[in-house]
């Protein structure tokens, strides 16, 4: 009832759910459209591969990828920090 991704069919669970990572990281990094009740579709469903909203999962996913590379393969001395934060990020999304 409050979250509806969740009884939602399987395309549009995932796609919604995975559109939520870039949603949070954006209000992370620009906190003004914090809203104190996120539920009852305040997001509106992710229901089609063609939804323009997916580019920004694809890029979310493409930038944390390029991070944990550029991290692996450049030893540095903040290389451990971005690894941490890649790990937390995978442990915590899933």
Known sequence: FDNPAAVSPTPTRQLTFNYLLPVNAWLLLNPSELCCDWTMGTIPLVESLLDLRNLATVMFYTFLCLLAH???????????????????MLICGS
Do not use: D, F, P
């Open 70 to 88: 550029y991290s692996l393969c450049y030893r540095h001395s903040s290389a451990k920090t971005v690894i941490m934060m890649y790990l937390e």
